[in-house]
Nanobody
Framework: HLQLVESGGGLVQPGGSLKLSCVVS????????IGWFRQLPEKNREGVAC????????EYLDYVKGRFTVSLDNAKSTVYLQMNNLKPEDTGLYYC??????????????????WGQGTQVTVSS
């Protein structure tokens, strides 16, 4: 059983940066994938970026490629999401989730077993 707690959200101007953290409690296994997702206003939940616990392979959805970077600190059991060049359309509730699925299933099909409560990101001038 995993518990995930996000932090790092806030208000930022367009073009600015934020770094989100997701602390994972519990025993991650080599089959686990951890991902960042977001709930945008009046839209469905969507994947943002995912990373495998076993070897740190990553996957990004097209709308964040080149702007966001996902990373994993095994020693701290923490997954980060560095967000640069933020746009108003990035505004939403960001949460992390995990499960023993392929990175494609987690990121694109939103297949996960555990998730956190989320942290709000607001991009506005």
């Amino acid at each position: 059983h995993l518990q995930l707690v996000e932090s790092g959200g806030g208000l930022v101007q367009p073009g600015g940066s934020l770094k989100l953290s997701c602390v994972v409690s519990g025993a991650l296994s080599g089959d686990d994938v951890i991902g960042w997702f977001r709930q945008l206003p009046e839209k469905n939940r969507e994947g943002v970026a995912c990373i495998t616990y076993s070897d740190g392979s990553s996957e990004y959805l097209d709308y964040v490629k080149g702007r966001f970077t996902v990373s994993l600190d095994n020693a701290k059991s923490t997954v980060y999401l560095q967000m640069n060049n933020l746009k108003p359309e990035d505004t939403g509730l960001y949460y992390c989730a995990a499960g023993p699925y392929t990175i494609q299933d987690l990121c694109y099909k939103r297949s996960y077993d555990y998730w956190g409560q989320g942290t709000q990101v607001t991009v506005s001038s």
